[in-house]
């Protein structure tokens, strides 16, 4: 009986993180911030993991149903909460000194695929769908391989005064990991991490 090989490639890849701080911004102020939805796909998902992480470094987040109501009954669209005056009045409304807005600006996940290997090549490639990968019934007279790729995405982020509009901090990164949670996750860290050295409100 021939071998089946499952492939499970722990190459990770990533881009330092782009960090760009305000100079003039004064960081005290901030006591509160809210996380809006990322622009992109997987939006809401990837805030719901920085505003996670924001917490675990000791940040003081509103909810993000008390957040998503107040957009709601103001009816606002992700364009126009690129607008000062509305990030303004949001602020008011949910006491909060910044927002933390972002936005995806490329996105790969992970994929599975069913390999068969004839006379020493591969004689058909084919791609599993599904989050699991269960390997059972395979042709015994065939050399069958299950290979799967790793996941990338990549993240802008910002911090934005909500009195005056500035941007307080800026940050970029791209970043290569098992499966779309896990690397947003680490790109969060990084940004989380960076951000720390400015803003005492975390640890």
Known sequence: MKKLLLFLPFIFSCVSPQIAVNKKADF?????IAVLNFSGPEGSTI????TITFLKHGADVVERQQLE???KELNLSQSELSDPGTRKKIGKLLSVDALV???VT?????????????GGSFDSVKEIKGKNVYIQNFDPS????????TAEIGISMRMIDTENGSILYSAYMSYEGLDIPSTVQSISEYFVKSLSKYWNELI
Not at 28 to 32: E, G, H, P, V
Not at 47 to 50: E, L, S
Request: aromatic share 8%; proline share 3%; no cysteine.
């Open 47 to 50: 805030a719901d993991i920085f």
């Open 106 to 118: 490329s996105y790969k996940p992970n994929t599975k695929y069913l390999m068969r290997n004839s």
């Open 28 to 32: 005290s102020k901030i006591k509160r």
């Open 101 to 103: 807005i972002g936005s």
């Open 142 to 149: 065939t050399d069958t391989s299950i290979l799967e790729t």
């Open 69 to 71: 109501a107040v957009t």
